[in-house]
């Protein structure tokens, strides 16, 4: 069975494109729990109006699934609770952004 912290290796290899950053480091991934035969996946986004949702959600799917191997299911839900704000930006993301640490 995958790990979390393999998980979120893997979902360092998404990049948010409006951004040019990772989705963890830019705060998007809220849960990972991988299971026996499943991965669950709680994201969001910098806003409900993002046009490239559907292309994040794919990368989200297809990143895991390349490391978890086939037959493990991957469930990514898009939430809005709670809504994405900068302060979910990681340390290496404000400096890349010229946001203050």
Same mark, same amino acid.
């Given at each position: 069975m995958i790990s979390k912290a393999e998980c979120l290796d893997a979902l360092r290899e998404v990049v948010d494109p409006e !951004?040019? !950053?990772? !989705?963890? @480091? +830019?705060?998007? +991934?809220?849960? +990972?729990?991988?299971?026996?035969? $499943? !991965?669950?996946? @709680?994201? =969001?986004? =910098? $806003?409900?109006g993002c046009p490239l949702a559907d292309t994040i959600m794919a990368d989200i799917t297809n990143s895991l699934q390349q490391a978890a191997g086939e037959g493990v299911e991957i469930v990514a839900e898009l939430v809005w609770n709670p809504p994405w704000s900068i302060e979910f930006l990681s340390e290496e993301a404000r400096l890349e952004l010229g946001y203050p640490i």
């Open positions: !951004i040019g !950053i990772n !989705i963890v @480091d +830019v705060g998007l +991934v809220y849960r +990972v729990e991988p299971k026996e035969n $499943s !991965i669950e996946v @709680d994201f =969001t986004l =910098t $806003s409900p």
